[in-house]
């Protein structure tokens, strides 16, 4: 073991078996001017850890007493701002998802790269500044709630922020998907990158190609001038693919090959292009069944689902309501310029009685209509103006009987199309449906047409046509 020099600038934990791999490493990190402490194994590895903290540590997979999979899990629990890199055998991805999936920051392959790994460790060290400062911080709590499901998502963000890994993000609308994907970019690796997030769903099926890859001057009609991709714009960052159960067949072929050869072929060029991103995806439907159902490419599903994270709905929380609530009133009313309210006992009431269908996104929405209708400091329950139904995301409204005069209750579009109501006899009946779907997915959307008109199933320009026909601003 190397010894330890009492004042260290950054300081590095370097755990290998084979003593000519120590011996490089160790070389390559003190000309970065690290000091380093090597174990030749697990038990001499835990000694060092139990007596030091490191900014940055490099273990092996294979050793004589354990795995290096065990320095991860408990360098993850104790000292959950030092990043750990994992050493693998050359082409064992296998091991390298593993690393990955128990939190390791990046992986090294044997016979090692020593350009890869001062690159690794230079991402290493900033990545240990921004944890401990997040940690200082407490920036790790933005997103907000001490329930159960809440701490878990929140534990489980701080391991997969750390690794390189894919990762598959579940959860019905609303309940805030890209908050998760900003966090994973923001205390990860790739914070310094760019971040893009793209909604599949909002993209034409003929310009898809064009718009993840890019496209040379004169590759097709329109094509002034070459245009670099979504890939291109995310390099050295994060890539959100949002909706991503909306991808067509077509593309799917063509973006899974783009994940494993991290390379892009813009349209109209012979050449390939190199991308280093990072692919976080997510969907609110089912994307395990539409694999079963043909509808999604398993090979790809695998691809990107290294890692899976469901975010909870907010009916699944309900100890998080108030004070979820009173952090969103605090907001709204700072951007105001205006004190910030309080719910009434009847307010409170009223929301934990309400089911969320829109979950995050309808309680901001909700509250910041209340804000501009309650006089005084205190919301009270009429402020709300809360649905008379809510019902949940998978549960088809019921329709009134043909002769009922009042309008039908909201109807969610992930449940049912308004076009399916064309059999009734009663045109001011089909109208009112669908005028209730397309306020009820305008307010889910927060009112981005592109988006609206892709959660409802229709094309931008047939939304158009129905809010004008419809009357609706």
Same mark, same amino acid.
Not at 83 to 109: C, H, Q, R, W, Y
Not at 281 to 299: C, I, N, P, W, Y
Not at 426 to 446: D, G, K, M, T, V
């Given at each position: =073991? /190397?010894?330890? +020099?009492? &004042?260290?600038? !950054?300081? *590095?934990?370097?755990?290998?078996?084979?003593?000519?791999?120590? %011996?490089?490493?160790?070389?390559?990190?003190?000309?970065?001017?690290?000091?380093?402490?090597?174990?030749?194994?697990?038990?001499?590895?835990?000694?060092?850890?139990?007596?030091?903290?490191?900014?940055?540590?490099?273990?092996?997979?294979?050793?004589?007493?354990?795995?290096?999979?065990?320095?991860?899990?408990?360098?993850?629990?104790?000292?959950?701002?030092?990043?750990?890199?994992?050493?693998?055998?050359?082409?064992?991805?296998?091991?390298?998802?593993?690393?990955?999936?128990?939190?390791?920051?990046?992986?090294?392959?044997?016979?090692?790269?020593?350009?890869?790994?001062?690159?690794?460790?230079?991402?290493?060290?900033?990545?240990?500044?921004?944890?401990?400062?997040?940690?200082?911080?407490?920036?790790?709590?933005?997103?907000?709630?001490?329930?159960?499901? =809440? /701490?878990?998502? +929140?534990? &489980?963000?701080? !391991?997969? *922020?750390?690794?390189?890994?894919?990762?598959?993000?579940?959860? %019905?609308?609303?309940?805030?998907?890209?908050?998760?994907?900003?966090?994973?970019?923001?205390?990860?690796?790739?914070?310094?990158?760019?971040?893009?997030?793209?909604?599949?769903?909002?993209?034409?099926?003929?310009?898809?190609?064009?718009?993840?890859?890019?496209?040379?001057?004169?590759?097709?009609?329109?094509?002034?001038?070459?245009?670099?991709?979504?890939?291109?714009?995310?390099?050295?960052?994060?890539?959100?693919?949002?909706?991503?159960?909306?991808?067509?067949?077509?593309?799917?072929?063509?973006?899974?090959?783009?994940?494993?050869?991290?390379?892009?072929?813009?349209?109209?060029?012979?050449?390939?292009?190199?991308?280093?991103?990072?692919?976080?995806?997510?969907?609110?439907?089912?994307?395990?069944?539409?694999?079963?159902?043909?509808?999604?490419?398993?090979?790809?599903?695998? +691809?990107?689902?290294?890692?899976?994270?469901?975010?909870?709905?907010?009916?699944?929380?309900?100890?998080?309501?108030?004070?979820?609530?009173?952090?969103?009133?605090?907001?709204?009313?700072?951007?105001?310029?205006?004190?910030?309210?309080?719910?009434?006992?009847?307010?409170?009431?009223?929301?934990?009685?309400?089911?969320?269908?829109?979950?995050?996104?309808?309680?901001?929405?909700?509250?910041?209509?209340?804000?501009?209708?309650?006089?005084?400091?205190?919301?009270?329950?009429?402020?709300?103006?809360?649905?008379?139904?809510?019902?949940?995301?998978?549960?088809?409204?019921?329709?009134?009987?043909?002769?009922?005069?009042?309008?039908?209750?909201?109807?969610?579009?992930?449940?049912?199309?308004?076009?399916?109501?064309?059999?009734?006899?009663?045109?001011?009946?089909?109208?009112?449906?669908?005028?209730?779907?397309?306020?009820?997915?305008?307010?889910?959307?927060?009112?981005?047409?592109?988006?609206?008109?892709?959660?409802?199933?229709?094309?931008?320009?047939?939304?158009?046509?129905?809010?004008?026909?419809?009357?609706?601003?």
């Amino acid at each position: =073991m /190397a010894e330890t +020099r009492s &004042t260290p600038a !950054k300081s *590095a934990l370097v755990v290998d078996d084979e003593r000519d791999i120590r %011996e490089l490493l160790v070389m390559t990190l003190g000309r970065m001017g690290l000091r380093c402490d090597t174990a030749a194994n697990l038990t001499d590895a835990r000694a060092l850890l139990s007596r030091n903290t490191y900014d940055l540590c490099l273990t092996d997979m294979r050793l004589p007493d354990g795995t290096g999979l065990e320095i991860v899990s408990e360098i993850n629990q104790k000292h959950p701002t030092t990043p750990v890199a994992m050493i693998t055998a050359f082409g064992n991805v296998e091991a390298a998802v593993e690393a990955l999936k128990a939190g390791a920051f990046d992986f090294v392959s044997k016979p090692v790269d020593l350009g890869v790994l001062r690159d690794l460790v230079r991402q290493a060290l900033e990545l240990h500044e921004r944890r401990r400062a997040a940690s200082e911080a407490g920036i790790s709590s933005r997103l907000f709630g001490e329930s159960p499901a =809440m /701490a878990s998502l +929140r534990a &489980t963000l701080t !391991k997969v *922020a750390r690794s390189q890994a894919p990762v598959y993000i579940s959860g %019905e609308s609303g309940v805030g998907k890209e908050l998760v994907a900003r966090t994973i970019h923001a205390e990860g690796g790739r914070a310094s990158g760019p971040f893009v997030p793209v909604n599949c769903g909002a993209i034409p099926a003929e310009l898809m190609e064009s718009e993840f890859f890019g496209h040379k001057k004169g590759s097709f009609t329109g094509a002034h001038a070459d245009k670099p991709g979504l890939f291109q714009a995310a390099d050295g960052g994060t890539l959100v693919l949002d909706e991503v159960a909306e991808l067509p067949l077509p593309m799917q072929v063509k973006l899974l090959r783009a994940i494993q050869e991290k390379s892009i072929r813009p349209v109209g060029s012979n050449a390939e292009v190199k991308v280093d991103v990072r692919i976080l995806s997510a969907t609110h439907k089912d994307l395990a069944a539409l694999v079963e159902e043909g509808r999604f490419r398993h090979d790809l599903y695998y +691809r990107i689902n290294v890692i899976e994270l469901r975010v909870p709905p907010l009916r699944e929380r309900p100890e998080d309501l108030a004070g979820l609530a009173d952090v969103i009133l605090r907001r709204l009313a700072a951007a105001q310029d205006r004190p910030a309210p309080s719910l009434s006992p009847d307010a409170l009431e009223a929301l934990r009685g309400y089911g969320f269908p829109g979950n995050v996104r309808e309680l901001e929405n909700i509250l910041e209509r209340a804000l501009a209708m309650a006089d005084g400091t205190v919301i009270r329950a009429d402020d709300l103006s809360l649905p008379k139904t809510s019902p949940r995301p998978g549960a088809t409204a019921a329709a009134p009987p043909p002769a009922a005069a009042a309008p039908a209750p909201p109807v969610d579009p992930r449940t049912q199309d308004p076009r399916d109501t064309a059999t009734s006899a009663l045109p001011s009946y089909i109208e009112e449906i669908e005028r209730a779907a397309i306020q009820h997915a305008l307010q889910e959307n927060r009112y981005n047409k592109t988006r609206t008109a892709a959660a409802l199933g229709i094309t931008f320009r047939a939304l158009r046509y129905k809010l004008k026909k419809l009357g609706i601003e």
